[in-house]
Nanobody, 114 residues
């Protein structure tokens, strides 16, 4: 049974930082491309960061230079370091394979506000 458990969200002021974690289980994590997605209120879910099994990464233009995705295959965990946060980054953040394959986890709420 696949599980994706996101954590690390919270309320942060503009310009602040957060580090999200996603613990995965139930599949062979190390061989798949993983990604972080987000869904803001009233908007469709979007892919913001991708990491291939060899460590190569890709980012949406809206977060490039501010977000860093990484993975620890020994811990079956993918991370998202978010710096320079903006109010428009406010969303629920999810992890999943890329392209999305499994049911979504509960996500973690990120709110950027002064």
């Amino acid at each position: 049974q696949v599980q994706l458990v996101e954590s690390g969200g919270g309320l942060v002021q503009p310009g602040g930082s957060l580090r999200l974690s996603c613990a995965a289980s139930g599949f062979i994590f190390s061989i798949y491309t993983m990604g972080w997605y987000r869904q803001a209120p009233g908007k469709e879910r979007e892919l913001v960061a991708t990491i291939i099994n060899d460590g190569r990464t890709n980012y949406a233009d809206s977060v490039k230079g501010r977000y860093t995705i990484s993975r620890d295959n020994a811990k079956n965990t993918v991370y998202l370091q978010m710096n320079g946060l903006k109010p428009e980054d406010t969303a629920v953040y999810y992890c999943n394979r890329v392209p999305q394959r499994y049911a979504w986890g509960q996500g973690t709420q990120v709110t950027v506000s002064s």
